[in-house]
């Protein structure tokens, strides 16, 4: 297996693929943002039903970006540098979980809060791995590699795709 590109934190930014093949930090600190205001909100009653709309849509465009990471993003990496995301599906899991918490206190009126601050420790971990593990991995990707990707149908990529280390 190849070794899996690894890139510091401190240094995405200063990279010259950065920002155009990382736009997926803007959404995260967009989820990030959401989930703190969520909790926040929650702190008082009469807000409940503002926060289970907003937390309804919110968590329709979360399930909308795990989509695209299992099915297009996951399998890519996986196979253009070998790496693993068991640990990055489970946290998926794990926010479902969370969610399924979320809705059962939105029903009951009780510990809504509480439940989205379960919901977003969950998040904040999961967010930090799947970024520690994909940004360098996305960075790494030839300009010309990185625009194939954006363009192609993952079972055409899968096809043609071979593992390599980084450059
Ligand atoms: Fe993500
Ligand atoms: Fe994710």
């Known amino acids: 297996m ?12 200063s990279h010259p693929n950065y920002p155009a093949q ?10 990030r943002r959401v989930s703190e205001h969520l909790v926040e909100r929650a702190q008082t009653k009469a807000d409940l039903g ?10 329709s465009a979360m399930r909308s970006h795990e989509g695209y990471e299992e099915h297009k993003l996951y399998p890519y990496l996986a196979k253009r540098w ?6 990055a599906t489970k946290g998926h899991e794990a926010l479902h979980t969370c969610d399924r918490d979320v809705r059962s206190a939105f029903r009951g009126r009780e510990n809504v809060q509480g439940a989205l601050r379960a ?30 990707y954006a363009r192609s149908s993952i079972s ?7 593992q390599r280390s980084p450059a």
């Open 119 to 148: 919901h977003d420790r969950v998040l904040s971990q999961h967010l930090e791995h799947e970024e520690t593990l994909v940004i360098p991995l996305l960075l790494g990707l030839s300009r010309g590699e990185f625009e194939d």
């Open 2 to 13: 190849a070794s899996v590109h690894q890139i510091p934190r401190d240094q995405w930014p």
């Open 50 to 59: 503002y926060v289970e709309r907003l937390y309804g849509r919110w968590i």
């Open 82 to 87: 070998g790496a693993d995301f068991g640990h």
């Open 156 to 162: 055409d990529l899968l096809q043609r795709t071979r």
């Open 22 to 31: 990382v736009l997926l930090l803007g959404s995260h600190e967009n989820f």
